[in-house]
């Protein structure tokens, strides 16, 4: 994939083209925005531009630079991602360490720092001195939902490139092209995706992510029963990270519908091909009990990620969701 096959963030692409273009490249950015809208496979295709060995401002995606990058194995790329809760100082010393070496046969060092919000009070200071002043050969890109989760010292060391979600209609072209065709799906894949390219497009591929949804959404059609708490904690616990975000996302969709129908607006609900069924919930719930319900899921998502006990995490949810209903049964 290269520059001008990224939907959506035709701003970004600009700045940077306008960069590689007129050699004003940056030595460390901020990619900001929203989760699944491409900040990560912008920097990768950055990546790949700024090493290019037949292109000048996008990638060509044949020859041997781009093919490595493509799959991760380019001896100056490098990807600094983490499944612990935060990134430490050890990893920002490696960093350090080997910005300082040459390149292997890139014209660019890229190192790119997913979730940059996670690094340390402590790998966040170090960063500063090579943020301040990267090696000419070296571009830095950090990777974040949100600026306010980084501090303003490494704020002001980054030039920020803004990603945004994209619109209802961007998500559909992007869907309408999707091969083998999809058409039926594409209304509920685009509301599910809520702006997110990423989502949408994983949501098209993998039909096990809309069987997990229909299993979830026919247990909440249903009327409680007295084991569903402990069944769904025991079944849920074991689910990995972002299935499990993903199922706490149909939950939440799911009383935000009812929310936004005892409000009267069913034209925006998520989950319209399940309209019936939410009607039918309707008079379970009080206003107030589903807006104690939304955040009751949205800190079991906060808790989560920062890996608290999954099992108890949901025990705490799925009792706290049962008293806010007016008519447990
Ligand atoms: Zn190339």
Redesign the pocket.
């Known amino acids: 994939m290269s520059f001008s096959q990224i939907r959506g963030q035709e701003r970004a692409v600009r700045i940077l083209q306008n960069e590689v273009s007129t050699g004003s490249v940056s030595g460390a950015y901020l990619f900001v925005g929203p989760d699944g809208v491409g900040k990560y496979l912008m920097a990768l295709n950055f990546a790949?531009?700024l090493?290019?060995?037949?292109?000048d401002v996008d990638?060509?995606?044949?020859?041997?630079?781009?093919?490595k990058i493509d799959h991760l194995s380019h001896p100056d790329l490098r990807v600094m991602e983490t499944e612990k809760g935060s990134i430490g100082i050890e990893e920002i010393r490696v960093l350090k360490r080997e910005v300082g070496y040459s390149l292997y046969e890139g014209t660019k060092g890229v190192w790119i720092i997913k979730d940059a919000d996670k690094l340390t009070q402590e790998a966040a200071n170090s960063l500063l001195k090579i943020l301040e002043e990267p090696p000419p050969r070296v571009v830095i890109i950090l990777i974040s939902q949100a600026r306010e989760k980084l501090l303003p010292t490494i704020l002001s060391r980054c030039e920020t490139i803004p990603f945004s979600l994209l619109s209802s209609s961007e998500i559909r072209r992007a869907l309408d092209r999707y091969r083998p065709p999809i058409s039926g799906k594409i209304p509920l894949i685009e509301k599910l995706a809520r702006g997110r390219i990423g989502e949408a497009l994983l949501l098209a591929q993998d039909e096990a992510i809309l069987n997990l949804r229909e299993e979830i959404l026919n247990d909440l059609a249903k009327n409680t029963d007295p084991d569903r708490s402990s069944r769904l904690v025991q079944s849920w616990k074991s689910f990995p990270p972002p299935q499990l975000e993903r199922s706490l996302d149909m939950l939440l969709f799911w009383f935000r519908d009812l929310l936004i129908l005892k409000k009267g607006g069913g034209e925006v609900v998520i989950n319209g091909d399940r309209i019936k069924d939410l009607e039918r919930q309707l008079d379970r719930y009080s206003s107030s009990g589903l807006i104690k319900t939304i955040d009751t899921i949205e800190r079991t998502k906060r808790h989560l990620k920062y890996r608290v006990s999954t099992g108890l995490a949901l025990q705490d949810m799925w009792l706290s969701l049962a008293e806010c209903e007016l008519h447990p049964t």
């Open positions: 790949k531009v090493n290019c060995k037949k292109s990638s060509c995606d044949e020859c041997i630079s781009c093919q």
